[in-house]
């Protein structure tokens, strides 16, 4: 089974986005199943992840009823507030529906870089390990001695690395991302998704290429087992279209052996969510 791990879908007017930028001009219009259906037939892959795009339940719960209705979304990475009180509850409540199978917040949003070290946020994340539900965690090289210290804190829980950390691939950074990489890859419970890498690069001037060192640091690190494929879209239009992704992405793992790719494009992902196609 081939699985696109991450991607999104808004409806302008339904929420705010406040992160929607006026220069990222591409996505500001709607982007939902019926424009994202075409693209999964023609690579052959049978169902997708959807992830939220801002804290907000309503905005989950919306993506729970799209899932519903649409069986390739296998799975839905929602938002709870991990500092209430009552995260919990608000847990139990939206894990009623069988499709939700993540959560995440916009870590890198947040102006304390300690963010994920807060008490009410440590709180928040030992709730998700009770219920063995995974993390995304959706964060920049700043953020990657917080999460390591989280993952160690918190081994039962499962932690997958959105956008492989965001290194800043247009300035071939390196070594505040390689490092910190490297010593979250020993913790077993820690992911890595292989996706949002050509924002981070040069959005008009980008190869292929230019992923390749970050790809092979990631696979050397995590292995083949613990790393999942995502397209990111439509975000992704804002440097290449969904084809340029998934071509970008089979180029620089074409060494790996058949099995190996099966897992990073499909297999991986159905063991990180837990997915069901057509549940």
């Not at 300690?114 to 440590?122: E, G, H, K």
């Not at 992923?211 to 975000?235: A, M, N, Q």
Request: net charge negative; aromatic share 10%; with cysteine.
């Amino acid at each position: 089974m081939r699985v696109d791990a991450h991607h999104h879908f808004w409806e302008i007017g339904r929420h705010q986005y406040p992160w929607m930028a006026p220069n990222l001009e591409a996505l500001h219009r709607g982007f939902g199943p019926e424009d994202f259906r075409p693209m999964l037939a023609q690579h052959r892959i049978d169902c997708s992840v959807l992830v939220q795009t801002i804290s907000s339940m309503d905005e989950t719960r919306w993506f729970l009823r799209l899932a519903d209705e649409h069986s390739f979304v296998a799975g839905v990475v929602g938002w709870v507030d991990l500092t209430a009180p009552s995260v919990g509850q608000a847990l139990d409540e939206l894990r009623q529906n069988p499709k939700l199978v993540g959560v995440r917040h916009q870590v890198h949003d947040e102006s304390d870089d300690n963010w994920l070290l807060r008490p009410d946020v440590q709180r928040g994340l030992s709730e998700l390990a009770k219920r063995s539900f995974p993390y995304d965690l959706l964060i920049r090289p700043p953020h990657l001695a917080p999460s390591l210290a989280i993952a160690r804190q918190f081994p039962e829980l499962r932690l997958v690395i959105d956008h492989i950390a965001k290194p800043r691939i247009a300035q071939r950074a390196w070594d505040d991302w390689a490092s910190g990489m490297t010593a979250l890859s020993a913790c077993p419970n820690v992911w890595c998704k292989l996706s949002g890498m050509i924002t981070e690069a040069g959005w008009t001037s980008w190869k292929a290429t230019d992923l390749k060192r970050y790809i092979d640091h990631v696979l050397e690190t995590f292995g083949t087992d613990r790393v999942v494929f995502g397209s990111d879209w439509p975000v992704c239009l804002l440097a290449g279209s969904y084809d340029q992704v998934v071509e970008a992405l089979e180029m620089n793992v074409n060494h790996l052996n058949l099995d190996e790719r099966e897992a990073i494009f499909g297999q991986n992902a159905v063991r990180c969510y837990k997915l069901k196609q057509g549940q």
